[in-house]
């Protein structure tokens, strides 16, 4: 059975810093690794994802890099305002790819 | 599109009672599923459907059922509400060859 360990629980980080996410997978037969953002009283939505064809994606402030060999990925977001305050989860895919094990989740703070 | 709707927001159930949570999506996906999310425990698969008339079990099916009876809906069934089964629930949906789930705005539960 597929487990993502996701780290920290939460974070606070000062505006204009980075915030750095953390996540360490098992097992996958299937290359695709989203991270999600859920704002307060709303779903989930997809905020970037990678497959690790490559080792890192950058879209705007934010940067998946991926670890193959060591089965971790991890989530950095540049220049963090306090818009971005949200919880995290990273996920990866189980069982023909129809499932997505979501991590623990990571409570971001940003102060202004 | 609304995307994906779930109703209700809220409910307050006594032990032993029963509902069914509703989840309806307007942008012909193929798969949808059932996520419950407690508190810094990431989210939970319930069950899933690859298609109407197809349901399969995920992480914690216990306690709950389903029916893919339209390809637009996709209902969960408590037939003896817990207090184990206080949560906030999410419906979510993907197409097919896409990975990027869709979550609904959740039904926050409270079971006393």
């Known amino acids: 059975q597929q487990q993502v360990k996701q780290s920290p629980q939460s974070l606070i980080v000062q505006k204009g810093g980075i915030s750095i996410i953390n996540c360490a997978y098992e097992?996958?037969?299937?290359?695709?690794f989203p991270w999600y953002q859920q704002f307060p009283g709303k779903g989930p939505a997809l905020l970037i994802a990678i497959r690790p064809d490559v080792s890192e994606k950058k879209e705007g402030r934010f940067t998946i890099s991926f670890n193959k060999s060591a089965k971790q990925f991890s989530l950095h977001i540049m220049d963090s305002q306090p818009g971005d305050s949200a919880t995290y989860f990273c996920a990866a895919p189980r069982r023909a790819g129809n499932m997505l094990t979501f991590g623990g989740g990571t409570r971001l703070m940003v102060k202004p | 599109n609304a995307g994906v709707t779930q109703t209700p927001k809220f409910r307050i159930l006594k032990i032993g009672q029963s509902m069914t949570l509703q989840c309806t999506q307007d942008m012909n996906h193929n798969y949808m599923y059932w996520y419950r999310q407690d508190p810094g425990m990431g989210l939970k698969l319930i069950y899933y459907?690859?298609?109407?008339?197809?349901?399969d079990k995920g992480e914690v099916p216990n306690g709950y059922n389903v029916s893919r009876s339209t390809t637009e809906d996709f209902p969960l069934r408590l037939e003896l509400a817990a207090p184990s089964q206080t949560s906030v629930y999410f419906c979510?949906?993907?197409?097919?060859?896409?990975?990027?789930?869709?979550f609904g705005p959740g039904t926050r539960l409270l079971v006393l």
């Open positions: 097992n996958t037969a299937f290359d695709y």
């Open positions: 459907s690859v298609g109407a008339g197809i349901t």
């Open positions: 979510a949906s993907r197409p097919g060859g896409e990975e990027t789930q869709y």
